[in-house]
């Protein structure tokens, strides 16, 4: 969401959004310069939250890279309820952990529900073309068909 500078949207969906450590050092590598990112930051729209449980985390790296590890276990710890995740083997993993997710699709449909963003479309498209988020074209074509948009 930094990416396209729609992080915003998380807070106003969510409220805070809690991310462990790891998660942060990855953001910090790309976005670090980023007054967005930093606005988040000093507005606690997104915590920062040390795990507690490491030795799950490292238990889960060699299926999932640090930060989806410890994503899962600060959902866990916190009792989330809902886990944000894209990534394909952190979602099994989350889900095998009874952990209820979504993922960027998901919130932008809920950001389209809720009138804050006006097109689901154009927001997958520029993420496509731009950052290459790749999405299968039959759940790409779900999506449009829920947000009443046409390919």
Known sequence: MLHIDKISLLAKLFGAVYIPEAVANEVNVIFSSSSEWQKCLKEK???VQPISNTILAKQMVPLLHKGEAEAICLALEKKAKLFLIDDKDGRIVAQSNNLPITGTLGILLKAKKTGL????KQVIDRLRAEHHFWVKEDMYQKVLHIAKEKA
């Open 45 to 47: 729209r997104v915590i």
């Open 117 to 120: 963003v006006s097109s689901v």
